[in-house]
């Protein structure tokens, strides 16, 4: 009986339908396949990566108009100034370069070693994207330094001196408890984090903070960046410690001879804060001599310097309400006189010499104060649509050894300000790629204004940026 049974339930089983097999999965679409693949595949999800190391960077182009502005130049990191400068010359219509940041090449790794233990680089190179040129500040200063004034075109210093790795190059160590130590040329714990914390993202073309590395390198742009720097970098839960300590000095390719910051920065939720102190010694500033002929002994490639000891206190806000993010930060910068004068003269970044009597070692007898503000907004009015608005105020203190007169006009080093105001709307059609348009106004007083042509510019401009 029971070996019927059996038989019965195998012919039952047997009339019963046949399960399908799983429908075949079609191959994933590589990221590489075609360039619109890749293009809507973002950095993070398709890198190009091999052994570890991924190279990386961004192309950004843009053209606009300046009511008073200075002719593009190929070697300034910014090309041309959207912000008012002292050179400012004529109203143009212009080529702009990197107007939402550097345009860049890199190389970046993360390599397992031991345990959770991991060894990490990253070696980049900012560029002028119309001239393929290295981006080199104090270059584009000597270019003009038998040019007058209003005949000049964009310059300014800057940490970026032509060096082969002029943005960061460094390696070093990291853990998931331990933290990050990294040794080599690295950014300052102020500049780092300020692009999180300005509604236009630090973009040269409508931040204050983006055009000029003034805030970035606590007083001077030349200490946005530390050539020979070892930086500590620890997390624990919602709070980021970090500390950097530049040792060496003018010799190793440093824009200073020592600094020391730390930083705290915390993410509660929606509100999150960025706070930064930071000290350093001997900062140079570099400017051009901006006169023909050059005054006897000095070299076509010599520079002017003002050398200061800087002390600066910076906090930055940043809160996400739905679609929109505010922002805001003040950064305090206390200028001294440096602890040396070099009478005999020094050879600055980029290797440009600075002749002996052209080294300006009292400017701060009396104590320059600048105080840096700014606010702004950012609202996404769709995922891939922002539109983004700012206001920037700086205001330095009156240090002149003497009386100011004509409003302050009469010196750099007399009261002054400088404010700005800037719109922007950006979209991303592509992951790697960013089209974006805007304005910034901007308008100096007082001592600020002092030696200048114009006191006020206008700038729109558009462009695209790609990045890969």
């Given at each position: 009986m029971a070996w019927a049974a059996l038989l019965a339930w195998s012919a039952a089983a047997a009339d019963l339908p046949t399960q399908p097999p799983p429908p075949a999965q079609p191959p994933a679409t590589s990221c590489f396949a075609t360039l619109y693949d890749f293009l809507t595949a973002g950095p993070e999800d398709c890198p190009l990566t091999w052994k570890g190391v991924t190279l990386y960077g961004r192309l950004d182009y843009g053209a606009g108009y300046e009511t008073h502005g200075a002719p593009f130049n190929g070697n300034y990191p910014n090309g041309v100034d959207t912000l008012i400068k002292k050179n400012s010359n004529q109203p143009l219509y212009t080529i702009v370069p990197n107007g939402l940041g550097q345009s860049n090449i890199g190389v970046k790794g993360r390599e397992p070693i031991a345990s959770d233990w991991s060894l990490v680089f990253k070696f980049e190179n900012g560029f002028d994207p119309f001239t393929l040129q290295r981006a080199n500040g104090p270059k584009s200063l000597v270019e003009n330094n038998a040019t007058p004034i209003g005949q000049q075109t964009a310059n300014g210093d800057s940490s970026r001196a032509g060096q082969l790795f002029n943005t960061e190059g460094y390696a070093g160590l990291s853990h998931p408890t331990f933290g990050t130590l990294t040794a080599g040329r690295q950014n300052s714990l102020i500049l780092q984090g300020l692009g999180d914390y300005?509604?236009?993202?630090?973009?040269?073309?409508?931040?204050?903070?983006?055009?000029?590395?003034i805030a970035g390198g606590g007083g001077d742009t030349e200490n946005a960046r530390y050539n020979t720097a070892v930086k500590y970098d620890v997390g624990a839960g919602p709070l980021r410690?970090?500390?950097?300590?530049?040792?060496?000095?003018?010799?190793?390719?440093?824009?200073?001879?020592?600094?020391?910051?730390?930083e705290v920065e915390a993410h509660l939720g929606a509100f999150?804060?960025?706070?930064?102190?930071?000290?350093?010694?001997?900062?140079?500033?570099?400017?051009?001599?901006?006169?023909?002929?050059?005054?006897?002994?000095?070299?076509?490639?010599?520079?002017?310097?003002?050398?200061?000891?800087?002390?600066?206190?910076?906090?930055?806000?940043?809160?996400?309400?739905?679609?929109?993010?505010?922002?805001?930060?003040?950064?305090?910068?206390?200028?001294?006189?440096?602890?040396?004068?070099?009478?005999?003269?020094?050879?600055?970044?980029?290797?440009?010499?600075?002749?002996?009597?052209?080294?300006?070692?009292?400017?701060?007898?009396?104590?320059?104060?600048?105080?840096?503000?700014?606010?702004?907004?950012?609202?996404?009015?769709?995922?891939?649509?922002?539109?983004?608005?700012?206001?920037?105020?700086?205001?330095?203190?009156d240090y002149n050894t003497s009386p100011c007169t004509d409003g302050g006009l009469s010196a750099s080093s007399c009261r002054g300000a400088l404010n700005a105001y800037s719109a922007m709307i950006d979209w991303r059609p592509l992951k790697r790629v960013t089209a974006y348009g805007g304005v910034m106004w901007s308008q100096v007083t007082g001592g600020l204004a002092s030696g200048y042509l114009y006191r006020v510019n206008i700038a729109p401009s558009v462009g695209v940026r790609v990045e890969f």
């Amino acid at each position: 009986m029971a070996w019927a049974a059996l038989l019965a339930w195998s012919a039952a089983a047997a009339d019963l339908p046949t399960q399908p097999p799983p429908p075949a999965q079609p191959p994933a679409t590589s990221c590489f396949a075609t360039l619109y693949d890749f293009l809507t595949a973002g950095p993070e999800d398709c890198p190009l990566t091999w052994k570890g190391v991924t190279l990386y960077g961004r192309l950004d182009y843009g053209a606009g108009y300046e009511t008073h502005g200075a002719p593009f130049n190929g070697n300034y990191p910014n090309g041309v100034d959207t912000l008012i400068k002292k050179n400012s010359n004529q109203p143009l219509y212009t080529i702009v370069p990197n107007g939402l940041g550097q345009s860049n090449i890199g190389v970046k790794g993360r390599e397992p070693i031991a345990s959770d233990w991991s060894l990490v680089f990253k070696f980049e190179n900012g560029f002028d994207p119309f001239t393929l040129q290295r981006a080199n500040g104090p270059k584009s200063l000597v270019e003009n330094n038998a040019t007058p004034i209003g005949q000049q075109t964009a310059n300014g210093d800057s940490s970026r001196a032509g060096q082969l790795f002029n943005t960061e190059g460094y390696a070093g160590l990291s853990h998931p408890t331990f933290g990050t130590l990294t040794a080599g040329r690295q950014n300052s714990l102020i500049l780092q984090g300020l692009g999180d914390y300005d509604s236009m993202a630090a973009a040269p073309d409508f931040s204050i903070i983006g055009v000029s590395n003034i805030a970035g390198g606590g007083g001077d742009t030349e200490n946005a960046r530390y050539n020979t720097a070892v930086k500590y970098d620890v997390g624990a839960g919602p709070l980021r410690f970090a500390a950097l300590y530049q040792f060496g000095g003018f010799d190793q390719g440093n824009g200073s001879n020592g600094a020391f910051s730390t930083e705290v920065e915390a993410h509660l939720g929606a509100f999150s804060f960025d706070a930064v102190g930071q000290e350093v010694k001997d900062a140079v500033s570099l400017s051009n001599f901006g006169q023909y002929p050059l005054p006897a002994g000095v070299p076509a490639n010599g520079l002017k310097a003002t050398l200061s000891n800087k002390a600066s206190g910076l906090l930055a806000l940043r809160y996400e309400f739905e679609r929109a993010t505010i922002y805001s930060g003040w950064e305090y910068i206390l200028f001294a006189n440096p602890s040396d004068a070099y009478p005999d003269g020094f050879t600055a970044i980029g290797n440009y010499p600075v002749p002996a009597g052209y080294v300006n070692s009292t400017a701060y007898t009396e104590h320059k104060i600048l105080r840096i503000f700014w606010a702004g907004i950012r609202y996404a009015i769709y995922d891939d649509l922002d539109i983004a608005g700012a206001y920037y105020h700086y205001y330095q203190n009156d240090y002149n050894t003497s009386p100011c007169t004509d409003g302050g006009l009469s010196a750099s080093s007399c009261r002054g300000a400088l404010n700005a105001y800037s719109a922007m709307i950006d979209w991303r059609p592509l992951k790697r790629v960013t089209a974006y348009g805007g304005v910034m106004w901007s308008q100096v007083t007082g001592g600020l204004a002092s030696g200048y042509l114009y006191r006020v510019n206008i700038a729109p401009s558009v462009g695209v940026r790609v990045e890969f």
